[in-house]
């Protein structure tokens, strides 16, 4: 495994030092094989133009080492508000966190929207296929969200989360089964789940039946036990698991008093650590091909090669030989669930 220093023009040096590309070559290279990329890197928080600005960067530099396709983290677009808890208690709001409420539903994005639009661009310049975390703005209702982008520049779908965890719950909506996608492209099934998503069973068994080859698993879970779920679900879905994280540290959010890391701001330093990462690529096999890291801001690359899926599925597949649908099964609900349905537009449809 080779240390790859980026370039100073490619470097990001405005929040934490330069990032380094951190490459498993493989032994061939042939049409079955792919490069990926996870980008490990912060949020610029509550300034969504200038994360834009380093999402390009990021992008670019990855494109120099051969990506041809690019997973960033949960929430990189729009942020993830690690620490704060939104003024909220059982039964009241303060209005400080209201404040707050409202600074974050300002950086989040709408889908459809420009800033979908230049991440397509993005996308086609670059000639990668782009796996995107943002914060979703639907009205006045958020969801953390994953884009899909092809390598020519075509927004191809997203997928909601459908379960924010723990005080998630009060400033992201859920998702439902109509954005559960897997994306037939020329370098691979893709598809993907945020965070603790990736635990729920069901969920995971609805992603392999859609024939899941690269599962992408943008996520904020830096602790060392979430590489054991990441190298469960390679192998239990015989898929490779690309797991991207953010790099954060103290400094890459606002100073209090403006943005608050609730009940341990007073142990925190400008240059402390809040997020340390441990962005991850594993083969179907278990076979772990880039990180986990834990080191800083990094772009993180291993070359697929796409047929370990067959051996993988020759042992164990899931939704295959191994299945007894006469004895379990599953049914996924993938139609949109509307709180309110007007008739005349379903007669004019």
């Known amino acids: 495994m080779a240390l790859v220093p980026t370039s100073v023009s490619g470097a990001v040096l405005d929040n934490n030092g330069p990032i380094f590309a951190e490459v498993e070559m493989g032994a061939d290279s042939s049409a079955s094989t792919v490069r990926a990329t996870v980008v490990q890197a912060s949020t610029i928080f509550y300034d969504t133009p200038a994360t834009l600005e380093k999402a390009e960067r990021l992008l670019a530099e990855a494109a120099s080492y051969g990506a041809q396709l690019v997973v960033f983290p949960e929430a990189f677009i729009g942020?993830?508000?690690?620490?704060?808890?939104?003024?909220?208690t059982i039964g009241n709001r303060t209005t400080k966190g209201k404040e707050e409420f409202k600074k974050y539903h300002a950086s989040a994005i709408d889908v459809p929207g420009p800033e979908v639009d230049r991440l397509a661009a993005m996308a086609g310049k670059y000639k990668v296929y782009l796996v995107m975390g943002v914060i979703?703005?639907?009205?006045?209702?958020?969801?953390?969200?994953?884009l899909f982008f092809d390598s020519q520049g075509r927004y191809l779908?997203?997928?909601?989360?459908?379960?924010?965890?723990?005080?998630?719950?009060?400033?992201?909506?859920?998702?439902?089964?109509?954005?559960?996608?897997?994306?037939?492209?020329?370098?691979?099934?893709?598809?993907?789940?945020?965070?603790?998503?990736?635990?729920?069973?069901?969920l995971r068994m609805a992603m392999y039946a859609k024939g899941v080859e690269i599962y992408c698993a943008p996520t904020a879970d830096s602790r060392e036990?979430?590489?054991?779920?990441?190298?469960?679900?390679a192998l239990e879905g015989g898929c490779f698991v690309l797991s991207a994280n953010q790099f954060c540290r103290r400094k890459d959010y606002p100073p209090s008093p403006e943005y608050v890391f609730y009940g341990m701001e007073d142990d925190l330093n400008p240059d402390s650590v809040v997020c340390a990462g441990g962005s991850v690529i594993i083969s179907p096999s278990g076979t772990v091909l880039a990180g986990p890291n834990y080191d800083g801001e990094a772009l993180i690359s291993a070359d697929l090669d796409l047929g370990e899926i067959a051996q993988a599925k020759f042992d164990f597949?899931?939704?295959?030989?191994?299945?007894?649908?006469?004895?379990?099964?599953l049914t996924v609900r993938d139609h949109p669930t509307n709180p309110v349905t007007f008739t005349s537009a379903s007669e004019k449809s």
Request: one cysteine or more; hydrophobic letters at 35%.
């Open 317 to 329: 597949d899931v939704v295959g030989h191994y299945s007894r649908p006469e004895i379990l099964s």
């Open 157 to 202: 779908g997203k997928h909601r989360k459908i379960m924010p965890t723990a005080l998630e719950r009060i400033i992201w909506g859920f998702g439902d089964g109509s954005t559960i996608p897997v994306f037939e492209t020329p370098i691979g099934r893709i598809g993907a789940a945020i965070c603790w998503e990736n635990k729920m069973p069901l």
């Open 79 to 88: 942020g993830y508000p690690r620490g704060s808890n939104f003024g909220v």
């Open 225 to 233: 036990v979430w590489q054991a779920s990441m190298t469960h679900i």
């Open 136 to 146: 979703e703005r639907d009205g006045y209702t958020l969801y953390c969200t994953i």
